[in-house]
């Protein structure tokens, strides 16, 4: 098993997710990236398998939250514990649910359900 690469803290201060938004958008590529613990993770492309758990999960769940009239999305929106710009998470899960009114925001601070589909090597 590879070593897992410890971040010096002292080094950088964390990002918060107010800096982790300008930075998104700024890159050139299009990649998923997450901000965990103030630090900005890149995310691995999934594989078929991980793909396939995910929509077997997203799909009738989605279907359940619509009769609440609950929003179900995969893999593209972002949770955060709080409105607050200067929080240093913001991770990206594979699914979330969110109920109540529409806010047009990039992220969920309110989710009823997260999942988050894990493999071995995670």
Not at 34 to 41: F, K, Q, R, S, Y
């Amino acid at each position: 098993m590879p070593a897992v690469a410890r971040i010096d803290r002292t080094a950088r201060p964390p990002m918060t997710v107010d800096a982790f938004e300008i930075y998104v958008e700024q890159q050139a590529e299009p990649r998923s990236f997450e901000l965990i613990d103030g630090v900005v993770v890149m995310m691995a492309n999934p594989t078929e398998t991980h793909n396939q758990i995910a929509s077997n999960i997203q799909a009738p769940l989605k279907l359940a939250m619509d009769k609440r009239r609950c929003r179900t999305f995969q893999s593209d929106m972002r949770v955060q514990r709080t409105g607050d710009p200067t929080d240093v998470d913001q991770p990206r899960p594979d699914i979330v649910v969110r109920c109540g009114a529409h806010t047009g925001r990039t992220f969920i601070t309110d989710p009823t359900i997260v999942v988050e589909v894990l493999s071995p090597s995670t």
